[in-house]
Every structure is written in structure tokens, then in C-alpha cells.
């Protein structure tokens, strides 16, 4: 029903930025919650940053608050992760993903195929 393509992941210098997007096809784009989540080798997948359908309501991880910033589209059935001020510690393979219940703990329902970012010293 909803597949998800996220792109914009590349190197950077520390304190660099990126913007990470997720193009979504599918019809129901708007009724889902968005969000992101990576995943560092070595780690368990993290989840980052959500928002809701309507874009009104959002939550950030702490490590992120301030420093990313994520938004929707729903015109252009997009998604997409500023990421400023970024650390090395960032680097990871960034996932977008859409579900109905992210805001509550709720496994994803889409994810995208991940895209890698990369944060030099």
C-alpha cells in the first residue's frame, strides 16, 4: 500500500549537514505517521524522530532535539530529516518509516531500504 524510497545520506564533515528525504508512493501517504530511525554497526536500530499525520505533532530522541528537524510533505508525499551539527557518533544507516502508532511505541508498518550517512572527524 505505502513504499517508502529515503535518499540524501552521504559524507560529511563534523558539524556538517544533511537533509535526508523519503519519497513515499501509495495513495495513504497522509495517514500515516512518519519517522526515522538508524542504526550504527555494531548497535540495535534507534528511533530518532516522528511525526504526525498532519505534521503538527513531533518527538525527538534527546541526542537529536536541536540538531534535526523532521518534516512532511504531503503534497509532494515526502519526508524529510534535516540533520544540522552533526557528530560522528551520527554515522549510520538512517531508515524512514510510516506506521499508525510510532508516537506510542508501535512497530513501523513501511520502512525504506535505508540510506547510509557517514560523519568524518
Known amino acids: 500500500q505505502v513504499q517508502l524510497v529515503d535518499s540524501g545520506g552521504g559524507l560529511v564533515q563534523a558539524g556538517g549537514s544533511l537533509r535526508l528525504s523519503c519519497a513515499a508512493s501509495g495513495r495513504t501517504f497522509s495517514s500515516y505517521a512518519m519517522g526515522w530511525f538508524r542504526q550504527a554497526p555494531g548497535k540495535e536500530r534507534e528511533f530518532l524522530v516522528a511525526i504526525s499525520w498532519s505534521g503538527n505533532r513531533t518527538f525527538y530522541i534527546d541526542s537529536v532535539k536541536g540538531r534535526f528537524t523532521i518534516s512532511r510533505d504531503n503534497a509532494k508525499n515526502t519526508a524529510y530529516l534535516q540533520m544540522n551539527s552533526l557528530k560522528p557518533e551520527d554515522t549510520a544507516i538512517y531508515y524512514c518509516?510510516?506506521?499508525?502508532?510510532?508516537?506510542?511505541?508501535?512497530?513501523?508498518?513501511?520502512w525504506g531500504q535505508g540510506t547510509q550517512v557517514t560523519v568524518s572527524s
Open positions: 518509516a510510516a506506521g499508525h502508532g510510532l508516537f506510542e511505541g508501535d512497530l513501523p508498518d513501511y
